[in-house]
Nanobody, 124 residues
Framework: QVQLVESGGGLVQVGGSLRLSCAAS????????MGWFRQAPGKEREFVAA????????YYEDSVKGRFTISRDNAKKTVYLQMNSLKPEDTAVYYC?????????????????WGQGTQVTVSS
């Protein structure tokens, strides 16, 4: 069993930065792939970024490449999403998710555990 708690969301101006954290509980955290997803009002949940358990490989949705960075600290059982050059279209609730596989996925239904979400609002 894995429990995830996100933090770090908030209100930021266009061009600003935020760092989201996802703290995980569970004894097998290092064997999971981790992902960040987001959901804006009236829209489906969409993939943002994912990382392999070894942290050797990362994956990004095209619109965030070069602006967002996903990383993890297995010793701290924490996954991070550094978001720079934020845009109004990045406004959404951001969710952390864990998948019991070494291979990350960009599909929400392939993740086994989810956090409660943290709101990110980018004002123009």
């Amino acid at each position: 069993q894995v429990q995830l708690v996100e933090s770090g969301g908030g209100l930021v101006q266009v061009g600003g930065s935020l760092r989201l954290s996802c703290a995980a509980s569970g004894r097998t955290f290092s064997s999971y792939s981790m992902g960040w997803f987001r959901q804006a009002p009236g829209k489906e949940r969409e993939f943002v970024a994912a990382i392999r358990w070894s942290s050797a490989t990362t994956y990004y949705e095209d619109s965030v490449k070069g602006r967002f960075t996903i990383s993890r600290d297995n010793a701290k059982k924490t996954v991070y999403l550094q978001m720079n050059s934020l845009k109004p279209e990045d406004t959404a609730v951001y969710y952390c998710a864990a998948r019991s596989s070494w291979r990350p996925s960009n599909k929400p239904h392939e993740y086994d555990y989810w956090g409660q979400g943290t709101q990110v609002t980018v004002s123009s």
